[in-house]
C-alpha cells in the first residue's frame, strides 16, 4: 500500500511542476487517503498480534 502512496506523490509533483493543479490535488489527497488507511491497518495488526500473543514452536 505504502508503494501506492509513493506511486502517487510522484504523480502529483510531476503533474503540479506540469503545471496541472487539479491532478496533483486529487493524487495528493488519494495519497493521503491511502495513506491513512495503511496506518489504520497497521495499528489494527499491531493489536491483533499482542492480543494473540506470542505462541511456542
Same mark, same amino acid.
Given at each position: 500500500? *505504502? ?5 502517487? *506523490?510522484?504523480?502529483?509533483? @510531476? ?22 488507511? &495503511?496506518?489504520?491497518?497497521? *495499528?489494527?495488526? &499491531?493489536? @491483533?498480534? *499482542?492480543? !494473540?500473543?506470542?505462541? !511456542?514452536?
Amino acid at each position: 500500500m *505504502l508503494g501506492w502512496v509513493v506511486t502517487f *506523490l510522484i504523480v502529483a509533483l @510531476v503533474t503540479g511542476v506540469l503545471g496541472f493543479g487539479g491532478i496533483a490535488g486529487a493524487s495528493i489527497e488519494i495519497a493521503k487517503i491511502i495513506f491513512f488507511i &495503511a496506518v489504520v491497518l497497521f *495499528l489494527v495488526s &499491531a493489536v @491483533v498480534g *499482542l492480543a !494473540r500473543g506470542r505462541t !511456542r514452536v
